[in-house]
Antibody, heavy 117, light 106 residues
Framework: EVQLVESGGGLVQPGGSLRLSCAASGFTFSNYEMNWVRQAPGKGLEWLSYISGNDNNRYYADSVKGRFSISRDNAQNSLYLQMNSLRAEDTAVYYC??????????WGQGTLVTVSS | DIQMTQSPSTLSASVGDRVTITCRASQSISSWLAWYQQKPGKAPKLLIYKASTLESGVPSRFSGYGSGTEFTLTISSLQPDDFATYYCQQYNSLWTFGQGTKVEIK
């Protein structure tokens, strides 16, 4: 059974940093592209970042380019999102998602990040 | 960047109603359009991909149509489990979601 479990969320001050993790199980992690998607409270979904299975390609939404960095450790079956220079508008639930045939078909339960002083 | 615009933002309907949600892309995305359903506190669930292909296990009352820049999601007979928020998503060039359509009980 595919499982994705995000962790690392919490309360952080504006300008601070946070590193999110996504632990994957139930599939051969290195074979799949992965994404991060977020959802601000009461708002819609926003795609943030993509990473290929072999880590050869990484892409970012303009809203986080230069501040966020996606990475993966295939030996540890883990996906990461390093978030720097955090702003109040980064407050959201952050989801990792496994991509199958170009689309996120499996999602984690999400981890809440709150940026506030 | 490709922008996705959904309408309406909120839709009030009754069980048994036929409902249609529209999604427009800022440029042609061919048929690279997906629809998701999301319930409060839950991750989104894929319903339809490539504009009109039903994901495995999704009830046949859901259908999708369109290509280029105009797309629709139709629920032929609304069921109690269908009250939720629906998002379109383009995957022609990276990903972009629409802002969502909340289907609420009339």
């Amino acid at each position: 059974e595919v499982q994705l479990v995000e962790s690392g969320g919490g309360l952080v001050q504006p300008g601070g940093s946070l590193r999110l993790s996504c632990a994957a199980s139930g599939f051969t992690f290195s074979n799949y592209e992965m994404n991060w998607v977020r959802q601000a409270p009461g708002k819609g979904l926003e795609w943030l970042s993509y990473i290929s299975g072999n880590d050869n390609n990484r892409y970012y939404a303009d809203s986080v380019k230069g501040r966020f960095s996606i990475s993966r450790d295939n030996a540890q079956n883990s996906l990461y999102l390093q978030m720097n220079s955090l702003r109040a508008e980064d407050t959201a639930v952050y989801y990792c998602a496994k991509v199958v045939a170009q689309l996120p078909r499996f999602w984690g339960q999400g981890t809440l990040v709150t940026v506030s002083s | 960047d490709i922008q996705m615009t959904q309408s309406p933002s909120t839709l009030s309907a009754s069980v048994g109603d036929r409902v249609t949600i529209t999604c427009r892309a800022s440029q042609s995305i061919s048929s690279w359009l997906a629809w998701y359903q999301q319930k409060p506190g839950k991750a989104p669930k894929l319903l339809i991909y490539k504009a009109s292909t039903l994901e495995s296990g999704v009830p046949s009352r859901f259908s999708g149509y369109g290509s280029g820049t105009e797309f629709t999601l139709t629920i032929s007979s609304l069921q109690p489990d269908d009250f939720a928020t629906y998002y379109c998503q383009q995957y022609n060039s990276l990903w972009t979601f629409g802002q969502g359509t909340k289907v609420e009980i009339k």
